[in-house]
T-cell receptor
């Protein structure tokens, strides 16, 4: 299985600032996704990170708020822009290898906005 | 809209007993199902998966059952251990070419010593 590293693992941020979360995978993967998990809730897909092109966002999520980069097959970033307390969540990177459909997750980045 | 959900938000089980976690889904086009385990402070960990052309799949101490007639998915854990205490999520994809997962609400399993 792929080993996924996320940075930072946690952070406390001030309202109105932005934070970029990094996701590094130890092998090339076909698909990368970003999820959000609000406190005590399930996971919600934010977007699919496309290598070399703009990310594909789910309903309710926009590029201006959550810009995503994926410069290669092993790395992606998610930025949470102009943060408010409602953005306090765990942000999770996940990857899909090959054709099996199995999805692996990173440990998440726990963001608290004051 | 169509979604995946779990019957019970919490489950308390005696150590050594078997656990059964249930999940109902509403999308008849769902093709692929996964169970994840999430321990406190960690990301979801893949447990077992099943495709719609199967009705049962077994792993180490775990069994997933799929009933497409009633759109029901269950995870059975044999001889539950303290390390099984976690939140369990079922997830599904909307179809053969849809690789995006929709997650259920989660069931918190607590193992009593």
């Amino acid at each position: 299985s792929a080993v996924i590293s996320q940075k930072p693992s946690r952070d406390i941020c001030q309202r109105g600032t932005s934070l970029t979360i990094q996701c590094q995978v130890d092998s090339q993967v076909t698909m990368m996704f970003w999820y959000r998990q609000q406190p005590g809730q399930s996971l919600t897909l934010i977007a699919t990170a496309n290598q070399g092109s703009e990310a594909t966002y789910e309903s309710g999520f926009v590029i201006d708020k959550f810009p995503i980069s994926r410069p290669n097959l092993t790395f992606s970033t998610l930025t949470v822009s102009n943060m408010s307390p409602e953005d306090s969540s765990i942000y999770l990177c996940s990857v899909r290898q090959g054709l099996s459909g199995e999805l692996f997750f990173g440990e998440g980045s726990r963001l608290t906005v004051l | 809209g169509e979604s995946v959900g779990l019957h019970l938000p919490t489950l308390s089980v005696q150590e050594g007993d078997n656990s059964i976690i249930n999940c109902a889904y509403s999308n008849s086009a769902s093709d692929y199902f996964i169970w994840y385990k999430q321990e406190s402070g960690k990301g979801p960990q893949f447990i077992i998966d099943i495709r719609s052309n199967m009705d049962k799949r077994q792993g180490q101490r775990v069994t997933v059952l799929l009933n497409k007639t009633v759109k029901h998915l269950s995870l059975q854990i044999a001889a539950t251990q303290p390390g099984d205490s976690a939140v369990y999520f079922c997830a599904e994809t909307g179809g053969r070419n849809d690789y995006k997962l929709s997650f259920g609400a989660g069931t918190t399993v607590t193992v009593r010593a």
